[in-house]
T-cell receptor, first 114, second 110 residues
């Protein structure tokens, strides 16, 4: 079965700790994305990568970091510099840019910082 | 800035009713996506369109480029249609990325 997996589904961390969210896809997609969802707001783009070893900041990249060492994997690190990290995080992938291509989403990780 | 506006924010319907969810945008776009988010949080892409109309089962999506408006229709609604429906657009200023509306929460009662 092809798809996107995110782990864990729920994650709790103490304030001040860095945490890494996993995203893996076996769809052979070049492009991968990280979004943040807060109650009452639309999804907002954190980082995106259109090809291995390259990634770009989205609208709300401050306090986050990513890597794209493999086509299948796009982990997101929420650093202690992120002022309000509690949110629902969604990873997505597509063959190419969203102008012409459907995005496929993972099940999400709900991060709670205590 | 709100490039994408959806209405209504919340919608409650009885099973069998015809549903319409609206999406208006303020910029010239290259594509518009309709997505469905289930209560568990997972998101599924329903439609991607840049003109005209698309149909899949009981779902119909239309777009009017001149009026900068799209609608998602659900015929013969069912409780399993209860979800949040999200409109997202791609335009020149977004570097090819999606800009999302806040979503419309639909609840279909049996």
């Amino acid at each position: 079965d092809g798809g996107i997996t995110q782990s864990p589904k729920y994650l709790f961390r103490k304030e001040g700790q860095n945490v890494t969210l996993s995203c893996e896809q076996n769809l052979n997609h070049d492009a991968m994305y990280w979004y943040r969802q807060d109650p009452g707001q639309g999804l907002r783009l954190i980082y995106y990568s259109q090809i291995v070893n390259d990634f770009q900041k989205g609208d709300i990249a401050e306090g986050y970091s990513v890597s794209r060492e493999k086509k299948e994997s796009f982990p997101l690190t929420v650093t202690s510099a992120q002022k309000n990290p509690t949110a629902f995080y969604l990873c997505a992938s597509s063959i190419g840019v969203p102008s012409y291509n459907e995005q496929f989403f993972g099940p999400g990780t709900r991060l709670t910082v205590l | 800035k709100n490039e994408v506006e959806q209405s209504p924010q919340n919608l409650t319907a009885q099973e069998g009713e015809f549903i319409t969810i609206n999406c208006s945008y303020s910029v010239g776009i290259s594509a518009l996506h309709w997505l469905q988010q289930h209560p568990g949080g997972g998101i599924v892409s329903l439609f991607m369109l840049s003109s005209g109309k698309k149909k899949h089962g009981r779902l119909i999506a239309t777009i009017n480029i001149q009026e900068k408006h799209s609608s998602l229709h659900i015929t013969a609604s069912h409780p399993r249609d209860s979800a949040v429906y999200i409109c997202a657009v791609v335009y020149g200023g977004s570097q090819g990325n999606l800009i999302f509306g806040k979503g419309t929460k639909l609840s279909v009662k049996p």
